[in-house]
């Protein structure tokens, strides 16, 4: 098979497992206990029964729970419509963000915010894919030297540590050093962005923090791949016909030792994007997990379904991208 | 030649010196022996047990503490009205035996909940070596006493996540077939979704859930729904190699049943990997309900690590103490539960070692 029948295999394989995942958010909410439409009444205000019942009625419409002749909508009719809505990119309207009286249209408000998790994201984990490789090579290069100890044992203290802790110490660190918190103003986000110093100015610390929660993950996987691999015979096969230390790391272990650390990596994007909502939350950072975050503590269904149907969008996309670069690495792989 | 010398030949092997040590140390003796004696030898896997067990009996003895000191106030055997709030014998913890002054029992803590306005956020001292809250909590106390439902929670979140996955696993990779494609299928959309997102979404479903045990044993109930999936793939995978093993083959020649084979010979041959799926797995749980906790999806009412610390992040620039105490414990937990894993990854499994 050639590489883009792969990728179109790969792409289509995206949708049951997004099928499966918006059944199980739908089954979820249809059998959680409680009325969505009285939770949804609760940031509304009423005086009298007749008013109370009225807005009832209207929401539970609205909200596709009852069809206009008050009969009870069967729920596998209202999952089908809910597909059809996301196909059609049509995500409701959110309960709690509202402009005028009126929820603000969810794909607006995720299309606003994703320029800054991305932004946040993908610039963390380059930064920490880089470290890590730094970090990887100087400690199994040097094995049991003292910068390999060191190292070692910084990333066993970082690994342990919660990624919203370290969040809130790196706070602590940079208010007691340089009187700045980190935490997100309404000044940093004037467009453009890119012109904007004060945008980068508070993509500091956020960046920091996740690119360390990133980086003490991947440098343990990186060290012990290159381990394993110096260990080899080929390894050995190229020190011994003359070539320098340099050469034979980078061009015959390294190259090997990708594949597994791709692989692990592309399999622990969940955790970092779970680590990215931690630490968007704690700065304050305007991104989706923030968003997420808002939505659940204030019961907004419509925007938590949401969120909950980009979440995993977004993870496939990066492990299908995962699965692509093995192509690259590794030219053994035929499809 | 000096390398030569120390070499034995044996049978059919030549063996070396470092081969022959290992030998030495392990005659005559059983495998739970042998990984004994290889985690002793790793220091950092010591430091780890040791945390684990100061931890584990840290969380025994709060329990026990609190258990005696609420039966001794219920049951009328020391002065004061246990339903009033600011009597004495609410405020401290107290040990009493039969025959001591019942107005004057030996006083050890002070209660986790005992508040007292005029104490409040007083920075750590003698009287309070953890400072005080802002509600004129002793912070030694609230840690002391978190310790039993932070570890419970990490403990019983693990055990459950990991039977399920256990029976599960074994299932799919005894019988194969149509049922190890469902799991599959369903472990592949499990693993999609962000589990602490997930988390998230689930506990704010089901918010208004009145099942006995409080908030806690709801979110206990869920996590454990979907977390099995690393369990059930690992054990499948184990499930799939051994029952093609000679020995299993023989013991089906004999007339064995599916039930004999799984338990008597399969299970115990896929320990190694399960006890270090639990060891490291609980301090992941832990971290999971820390930062549930943390974002406020805990159990305000409940005596825990990330409660306290759920409450009190905010003050961290001001009462550093507040947040710094149970963040620490938090952390002690994970570090010695990870180091202690990695050293039964090691011992368990010495290809796996670096």
């Known amino acids: 098979m050639s590489l883009r029948g792969y990728i179109v295999k790969r792409v289509i394989y995206i949708v049951p497992v997004m099928l499966g995942i918006t059944l199980m958010n739908f089954t979820l909410i249809n059998i959680s206990p409680g009325d969505p439409v009285i939770v949804r009444l609760g940031l509304l205000k009423c005086e009298t029964p007749e008013c109370y019942n009225s807005a009832y009625n209207r929401e539970a419409i609205e909200m596709g729970l009852l069809d206009n002749e008050m009969y009870t909508v069967p729920w596998f009719e209202r999952y089908i419509d809910f597909v059809n809505d996301l196909l059609h990119f049509d995500l409701g309207r959110s309960w709690y963000n509202t402009q005028a009286g009126v929820g603000i249209p969810i794909s607006q408000l995720i299309s606003e915010r994703m320029v800054y998790t991305i932004t946040l994201n993908v610039l963390s984990f380059v930064f920490s894919l880089l470290l890590a490789t730094a970090i990887g090579v100087v400690s199994a290069t040097r094995q049991n030297s003292i910068w390999d100890r060191s190292l070692t044992i910084a990333m066993l203290l970082g690994y342990s540590m919660p990624l919203f802790w370290l969040a809130k110490l790196i706070m602590l660190l940079s208010y007691s050093l340089f009187n700045f918190t980190g935490v997100v103003s309404k000044d940093a986000f004037k467009t453009p962005l890119i012109l904007n110093p004060d945008f980068y100015k508070y993509l500091i610390l956020p960046t920091l923090a996740l690119t360390l929660g990133g980086l003490v993950f991947m440098a343990r996987l990186v060290r012990s791949q290159l381990l394993e691999i110096l260990r080899q015979d080929y390894v050995t096969t190229a020190k011994a016909k003359g070539l320098d230390n340099r050469a034979v790391i980078y061009k015959h272990a390294f190259r090997n030792g990708l594949l597994p650390i791709v692989t692990i990596i592309g399999n622990s994007l969940p955790g970092l994007l779970s680590g990215s909502v931690m630490v968007e939350s704690v700065f304050g950072w305007p991104g989706l997990g923030t968003l997420f975050l808002e939505g659940a503590l204030f019961r907004d269904y419509p925007l938590m379904m949401a969120t909950n149907t980009i979440f995993p969008l977004l993870f496939l996309i990066a492990r299908l991208l995962t699965d692509i670069t093995y192509v690259f690495i590794d030219p053994r792989i035929k499809y | ?354």
Do not use: C
């Open chain 2, 1 to 354: 030649m000096a390398t030569v010398d120390k070499e034995v030949e044996t049978d059919e092997f030549l063996l070396d010196e470092k081969t022959l040590r290992e030998i030495e140390t392990m005659k005559g003796a059983g495998q739970w022996s042998i990984v004994w004696r290889r985690i002793k030898k790793d220091k950092m896997g010591m430091l780890g047990l040791y945390i684990v067990l100061f931890l584990i009996m840290m969380a025994l003895v709060s329990w026990i503490l609190l258990m005696v000191d609420n039966w001794l106030t219920n049951a009328n055997l020391l002065l004061g009205d246990p339903n009033n709030p600011a009597s004495l014998n609410n405020l401290y913890i107290e040990l009493w035996y039969p025959g001591m002054d019942q107005s004057n029992p030996i006083v050890l803590f002070q209660h986790p909940r005992y508040q007292f306005a005029d104490q409040s956020t007083l920075p750590p001292s003698w009287e309070h070596p953890f400072g005080t809250d802002r509600l004129g909590q002793d912070m030694l106390s609230r840690v002391f006493f978190g310790a039993s439902v932070s570890l419970a929670l990490g403990f019983i979140g693990q055990m459950t996540t990991v039977i399920i996955g256990t029976v599960l696993g074994s299932i799919a990779g005894f019988y194969g077939g149509i049922i190890d494609n469902v799991l599959q299928r369903v472990v592949e959309i499990l693993y999609s979704m962000p589990s602490f997102i997930l988390m998230i979404f689930i506990i704010v479903l089901f918010e208004d859930v009145q099942i006995p045990g409080g908030k806690y044993a709801v979110v206990i109930v869920f996590f454990s729904l979907i977390g099995w999936g690393g369990t059930a793939l690992i054990i499948r995978s184990n499930f799939f190699s051994l029952k093609e093993q000679d020995f299993v083959e023989a013991e089906r020649a004999l007339g064995a049943s599916d039930m004999r084979i799984i338990f008597r010979h399969i299970l115990p041959n896929s320990l190694a990997p399960l006890i270090i799926i639990i060891t490291l797995g609980i301090a992941g749980v832990i971290f999971t309900f820390a930062a549930l906790a943390f974002f406020g999806f805990g159990d305000p009412n409940a005596i825990s690590w990330g409660d306290d610390l759920n409450k009190w992040q905010n003050n961290l620039l001001d009462y550093p103490w507040m947040p710094m105490f149970p963040a620490l414990f938090i952390f002690f937990t994970v570090l010695g539960f990870n180091l202690l894993g990695d050293a039964l990854r090691d011992a368990l499994d010495p290809r796996l070692k670096d």
